[in-house]
């Protein structure tokens, strides 16, 4: 599990440090950095992560100063559309709000505690601020809680918010579910709150199965792009952690029988699950479909030409029983177009496909013409 800006947010404050930290709540337009990004502005210079950079992190990093010496909240715009000449720095076009707060122990050590320990289990976990707050509720301002999907847990901290509360953790643990940070606005007679739902769920773990050339450079890939990456192959020699040093598991061992030991296992096969098939022959590939061909995971790709990829479903439809139907959630052949000929130009174009189904992006896929054909072909069967 890679250090988030939580982890380093806790160290500093065990050594007995005072710190601000920054968060992207809200952005209109186009700009450097999603909602959700922060960063830590430490009193002596030793930032840590990003907003964006350019004279907009500037602006922050003042503010986060400014926190630091006065112990107040704020929230900072940064206007990032004025007209783009020669002098123009980090125009994006958009806007931003940015969130700076202190953070000091003890006041906030056991929240941060309980946020960072979720983070270390895997378990989905959110942290809510109340980020603005006026009328009778302007006193909740800058008060923090931590909340789990499990209505039963009861949160770590208070907002301070009285009655509105329920409703606020309600839709904090909606957040969780559809993995997404938002900010959430409440009107009442007794004034006006906005509270910043920042949502911590495990990252998405890819599963490699296939230790060739081509998994050496795609697991190096996945691991810059924050996947929790596992390799798999049936021989020792390759499935090897000296040649997988970026990988937070390598397994050795039959396919099949390490899929479902995989599974069992923790971060189980989910919706937050990614597996690449990229064996050296098909009939790994007919053993390894019918092993997660059912289970929810959000992408399942397997390599191969058009033939080989024919022949294991046409083998697995007449010899297992298996409707054509199940073959369509297969991102088969593997990839987004880009004329890849090298082993790692073809990891470029898999982990492409894969970002591309997470982000829910636009690019067509290899496989979805030979997809289609498949879908006409089944079409015309119904109609005769």
């Not at 998405?204 to 050339?213: E, F, K, R, S, T």
């Not at 088969?332 to 970002?355: L, N, R, S, Y």
Request: hydrophobic share 40%; glycine share 8%.
């Amino acid at each position: 599990m890679p250090a988030t800006i939580y982890h380093h947010l806790q160290q500093l404050l065990n050594q007995g440090l005072t710190v601000a930290a920054a968060t992207i709540t809200e952005v209109k337009g186009s700009v450097p950095r999603e909602v959700g990004a922060k960063m830590v502005v430490h009193p002596l210079g030793q930032h840590i992560g990003t907003v964006g950079g350019g004279c907009g992190e500037a602006d922050v990093i003042r503010a986060g100063l400014d926190a630091l010496s006065d112990g107040q909240e704020r929230n900072v715009p940064v206007d990032l559309t004025e007209p783009i000449s020669m002098e123009s720095m980090g125009v994006c076009g958009g806007v931003m709000n940015v969130f700076v707060e202190p953070w000091a122990a003890p006041e906030y050590g056991p929240i941060l505690d309980a946020l960072v320990t979720s983070i270390d289990q895997r378990e989905p976990v959110a942290l809510l601020t109340v980020t603005d707050a006026d009328g009778d509720l302007a006193g909740a301002r800058g008060k923090r809680c931590v909340v789990w999907p499990d209505e039963t847990r009861p949160p770590v901290g208070e907002l301070g918010l009285g009655e509105l509360e329920t409703q606020i953790l309600d839709d904090a643990r909606t957040a969780i579910a559809e993995r997404s940070h938002r900010q959430l606005a409440y009107t009442t007679e007794a004034g006006t709150a906005r509270v910043f739902t920042d949502v911590q769920v495990p990252p998405p773990q890819l599963i490699i199965v296939g230790a060739g050339h081509i998994a050496v450079p795609l697991a190096q890939m996945a691991k810059i792009n924050d996947f929790q990456v596992t390799v798999l192959d049936d021989r020792p020699q390759y499935a090897h952690p000296d040649r997988f040093p970026e990988a937070d598991r390598v397994v050795a061992g039959p396919f099949r029988e390490e899929l479902r030991a995989l599974r069992n296992g923790r971060p189980a096969f989910d919706p937050n699950t990614y597996i690449v098939l990229v064996t050296r022959g098909h009939q790994h590939d007919v053993e390894c479909l019918l092993e997660v061909l059912d289970d929810p995971v959000a992408y399942i790709g397997m390599i191969g030409s058009r033939r080989r990829i024919r022949a294991v479903f046409e083998l697995l439809e007449t010899e297992q029983g298996i409707p054509a139907h199940k073959f369509d959630r297969i991102y088969a052949p593997i990839g987004i177009d880009i004329g890849a000929q090298t082993p790692a130009e073809i990891a470029t174009c898999i982990m492409a496909e894969i970002i591309n189904v997470l982000r829910g992006g636009p690019a067509p896929s290899l496989s979805d013409e030979i997809r289609a054909q498949r879908l006409a072909r089944r079409a015309r069967a119904e109609v005769r």
